[in-house]
């Protein structure tokens, strides 16, 4: 006895919202699957649309992109939000490769230095240890620069790493 193919679907106020096709795709606010390689789960609406991971205060939210069942294959690529320290981290091969830190300062390869100002009108991407590029919207000095081991703490400069330091402003 060979059953057809059938949707799951849940209604509220006789309105479809959420359904497992018979593929078993989950479309929530949709009838229609997304994109062929990405169709497992798509979210639709006809205004703002997203998506919330809600976690502890002292916990991470994250996405994680997985190749296999255990040790890094289970997270070789992730996009988390790390609440305890209010920071961003993106992964891939299984390696942190960028950090948005809580004042909006990005590390590449790095995370990045703890001595820049963490004011909203300073922001810096610090490349590895040895470079970085920084400006502010306001001041005086210190609008903006390239530096090679270098960086600005607020009250003085000071050297990322050891050895020469270049800048330019």
Known sequence: NAQADT????RTDNTERLRIDSSGRLLLGTTTEGVANASKFT???????GMTIRSGTSNDGQIAFSDGTSGDDEYRGQILY???SNHMH????????VRIDSSGHMGLG??????????????????????CV???GSGDDD???????YYA???????LANGHANLIY
């Open 43 to 49: 979210i639709a609406d006809a205004v703002h649309c």
């Open 110 to 131: 790095v995370t990045p230095n703890t001595n820049w100002p963490s004011n909203d009108d300073f922001k810096a991407l610090q490349i590895g240890t040895g470079a």
């Open 143 to 149: 609008r903006a620069g390239l530096a090679a081991n």
């Open 153 to 159: 703490t607020g009250s003085g400069n000071a050297y």
């Open 7 to 10: 949707n799951i679907i849940f």
């Open 82 to 84: 790390r609440h305890s």
């Open 90 to 97: 993106f992964v891939t091969n299984a390696v942190e490769r």
């Open 134 to 136: 920084f400006g502010r």
